[in-house]
Each structure stands twice: as structure tokens, then as C-alpha cells.
């Protein structure tokens, strides 16, 4: 049997390749960059650190400058775009086909995020009902996948493939509920006329879907150069953009599978019928032009969307959410006890998320269930339900994404960060430690 031919580069690209294939990955480099950011922001760094992200970029015509904003505001508004592009990839799929497109399925996990967000911001506005600490109430409401399924995927086969599903289309709903906080409450100034202009790109990105347009870069132009620019200067958050923008995306088949099997088996046979062009390292023109029509019929059997979402999701994942986390984690620890404790930010954050979501998720879910509405996952029990509630604690990228939008006092932010600091580790530590106490009894998915 003839071998595949490795070239020296392989041995270092595959080990690499390796890592980012591991569902813990993500996790672990989102939680090197925060211990970074925290490095730089405790040492002698730390003043070069915060002047690095406040340089600003820009665009100049004719003496006039367009777009010009601080590292910091590109990282939360453009960068971030793309990783609101991707949520809006993997909820359009979702609900088509995944865990939300059958209703029955789909219920338990929609309450159980229902609860997750409505509890947390009820405890948040209890500590800050008035003022302006008020404005953060949305802070405590999101779960991070990344870490939470990070801490998931740590535990191995300790954890029934039923509680991953669960705990995944629980963020989903959940990071969709954090996306119409941001949408509807976390807006500035409204220009409507940049709103029709985004709004009539985006009509014509879904009628280019109707119509049967499967180019990316279709979708790009359209996508960037009008609908995210558009909403960037219209005051509401250009993140929202991105997620409208993904749902325009085709997410059906020109070939279905049975054709595209049929189509690359005669491809295949044809390929081995040509003549090889003895032992050259470059294909014949006909060989060639097979390659061709496998790639064409490939790319008609996948959709648009998955193809995307396929490319994008190792791109957020370990280079978009990273930086994202060096720009926003970097918090200076010598902190005043009683600057931290001046308000009631702090409680209302670390106790939103971690008391708020815990309730909130399991106290939901186990009425559902009473009521009948709904049942455990297969595999899923009691014990795995307290497991997730805590997990869902961990509240890092939206939460921190949030608080930029709900304060611009420093002290403020620095209270609220700490607050989703101390949540997210108590609850994540707290949650392994629950989950890792033994393998599952399939008995108690019947309680």
C-alpha cells in the first residue's frame, strides 16, 4: 500500500494541528491569555500595556479620517464582530439542525437558559437597583462556552455525551438572549438613516440567498463593506450586524448526498483510468481536470454556512477570543478593599453569576421537568444538573464583552471584572470538583 508522502513541515504542523482539534483547546488558550493579561497588568508592563491598546487607527481620504478608533475599540467592536459572526453561524445551524430544530429537544435547554439569564440579572439589579451601577444588570446574564465545555471535556468519559449536548445548546440560547440584551439595551444614539442603509444591504444579502447565490465573497462585500459598516455608524452595536449577517447565509445543498456519493465514485474510477504521468510529481491535464470536478462537487454538497463556520470557528477560537481576552483581562489586583466594595457592582456580579445562574439553570430545569414539560437527557441526572449549574458560572467573554458596554467608569469595570473573576473560578472549580465524584448511573436520569 502506497503511503502518503510527508513533507519535513508536517512534523511540526501536525502536533499543532493535533491541539486545536481537541475540544479543550479553546478553553486552555482562553485561559493562558487571561493569565497574561493579568501578568501585564501586575508588573512593570503595565503602564506600556494599557497606552499599547489606546492607539488609534484609522483611515484618511483627502485629509479627512474615517473609522478612527483605539486598538481596544477594534478589538471589542471589529474583532468581535467576527466572533458574534460565528454565534450567529452556529445558531442559524442549530436551530435548521441541531439541538434547537426539534422542539421537544429543544425546550429543557431553552428554559434552562431562560432561567440563567432572568435569575442573574434579578439578583444584579437587587444589590443596584438605582444609579448608575443599574446599567450592569446585563453583565451576570452569559455563560462562556468556551471555558464551560473546556472544563466539560476535561472530565473525560466521567461526563455522558447527553450533559455536552445540554450544557452546548444551553449557551446557544443563552448567547442568543445575550445578543438581544446588547441589541435592545446596550445601544447609543440611533441613526436611522444608516440603519435603513444596513437594513436594505441586508435585504439584499437574503435575496441573493433566495435567489441562489452561494459565493463568500458575495457575502463579504456585502456583509462588511455595507450591513456591519452601516450599523458601526448608526449607534446600534455593530456585534448585531454580524449575527443578521450570518443568518443570510445559504445553509442548504446543490447536490444531495446520494448524488454527490454517486458523482465522486465515477470521479474516482476515471481518475484511476487515466494514464499516471510516469512518476512526475505534477498531474496530467486530465487528471487535473478530474481534480477539478471533485472539488466543484464537493463544494456543491456542503453549505455555504458549515463551510464558513467550519474556517472561522479555529480562527476565533484560538487567535479572535485570545486577543479579545489580552485587551480586556488585564485588571490591576492591588486593589483597594474599599474602592472594590464601594458599590455594590461586585456583589452583584460574582453573586449574579454564581448564585443566579446555578438557580437559575437548575431551579428552571427541575420545574420543567415537574411539570412535565420536559425530561432529562438519556444519561443526564441530578447530580450532572448541579454539575452544569455551577459551569454556567463561568461567564468570561460576554460578560466581560458586556461590561464594556455598560460602564465607561474605570472603577466601575475593574469592580465588575473582578466580580466575573471570582464567579467563574469558584464556579468552574466548584463544578469539576461535582462532576469528577464518579461515573454515571443511568437510574438516576429517571429522577
Known amino acids: 500500500m502506497l503511503a502518503e508522502k510527508k513533507a519535513p513541515i508536517d512534523k511540526l504542523v501536525r502536533p499543532i494541528q493535533q491541539f486545536i482539534q481537541l475540544e479543550k483547546s ?4 482562553l485561559g493562558i491569555s487571561v493569565v497574561v493579561a493579568l501578568v501585564l497588568a ?3 508592563w503595565s503602564d506600556a500595556y494599557h497606552h499599547f491598546l489606546e492607539h488609534k487607527l484609522g483611515f484618511k481620504w483627502d485629509g479627512q479620517t474615517f473609522f478612527e478608533y483605539n486598538l481596544h475599540h477594534w478589538i471589542n467592536d471589529g474583532l468581535m464582530s467576527v466572533f458574534f459572526f460565528v454565534v450567529g453561524l452556529e445558531l442559524k445551524r442549530e436551530i435548521i439542525a441541531g439541538q434547537l430544530s426539534n422542539v421537544r429537544n429543544a425546550l429543557l435547554p431553552i428554559g434552562a437558559a431562560l432561567g440563567g439569564m432572568l435569575v442573574p440579572a434579578l439578583i444584579y439589579l437587587a444589590f443596584n437597583y438605582s444609579g448608575d451601577a443599574h446599567s450592569g444588570w446585563g453583565i451576570p446574564m452569559a455563560t462562556d462556552i468556551a471555558f464551560a465545555l473546556g472544563v466539560l471535556f476535561l ?11 445540554f ?34 444591504v441586508l435585504l439584499a444579502m ?100 458549515q463551510r464558513l463556520e467550519h474556517v472561522m470557528h479555529p480562527l476565533v ?37 454564581l448564585v443566579g445562574k446555578f438557580v437559575g439553570v437548575v431551579g428552571f430545569t427541575l420545574l420543567m421537568i415537574q411539570l412535565k414539560i420536559a425530561s432529562f437527557p438519556e444519561g443526564m441526572n441530578f447530580k450532572n444538573l448541579l454539575g ?55 437510574t438516576d436520569s429517571k429522577h
Not at 487567535?319 to 483581562?329: G, K, V, Y
Open 42 to 44: 501586575n508588573s512593570g
Open 167 to 200: 450544557l452546548t445548546a444551553l449557551a446557544i440560547v443563552d448567547d442568543l438572549g445575550a445578543v438581544l440584551v446588547i441589541a435592545l439595551f446596550y445601544t447609543s444614539d440611533i441613526s436611522l438613516m444608516h440603519l435603513v442603509i444596513g437594513g436594505g
Open 388 to 442: 452544569v449549574g455551577l459551569l454556567a458560572a463561568i461567564g468570561f467573554t460576554m460578560s466581560l464583552f458586556i461590561t464594556s458596554l455598560a460602564f465607561s467608569n474605570e472603577v466601575y469595570i475593574t469592580q465588575a471584572k473582578m466580580g466575573i473573576f471570582a464567579a467563574s473560578i469558584i464556579g468552574g472549580v466548584a463544578g469539576y470538583l461535582l462532576l469528577k465524584g464518579g461515573k454515571v448511573n443511568k
Open 26 to 29: 479553546g478553553g486552555i488558550v
Open 206 to 305: 437574503y435575496l441573493g440567498n433566495r435567489l441562489g447565490i452561494r459565493s463568500i465573497l458575495f457575502y463579504a462585500v456585502l456583509g462588511i463593506g455595507g450591513v456591519w459598516t452601516e450599523f458601526l455608524l448608526s449607534g446600534v452595536h455593530a456585534t448585531i450586524a454580524a449575527v443578521l449577517a450570518a443568518f443570510t447565509i445559504p445553509a442548504d445543498v446543490k447536490i444531495k448526498e446520494q448524488l454527490f456519493t454517486g458523482k465522486i465514485q465515477k470521479y474516482l474510477e476515471v481518475f484511476k483510468g487515466i494514464d499516471p504521468s510516469d512518476d512526475q510529481p505534477t498531474l496530467t491535464n486530465e487528471q487535473l481536470h478530474v481534480v477539478e470536478q471533485i472539488q466543484k462537487a464537493t463544494e456543491a454538497a456542503t453549505p455555504p454556512l
Open 155 to 165: 472530565l473525560g468519559k466521567k461526563i455522558p455525551l447527553s450533559l455536552k449536548i
Open 317 to 353: 477560537t484560538f487567535i479572535i477570543i485570545p486577543i479579545f481576552a489580552l485587551a480586556n483581562a488585564g485588571v490591576s489586583l492591588q486593589i483597594d478593599m474599599e474602592s472594590l466594595f464601594s458599590n455594590n457592582i461586585f456583589w452583584g456580579v460574582s453573586l449574579g453569576l
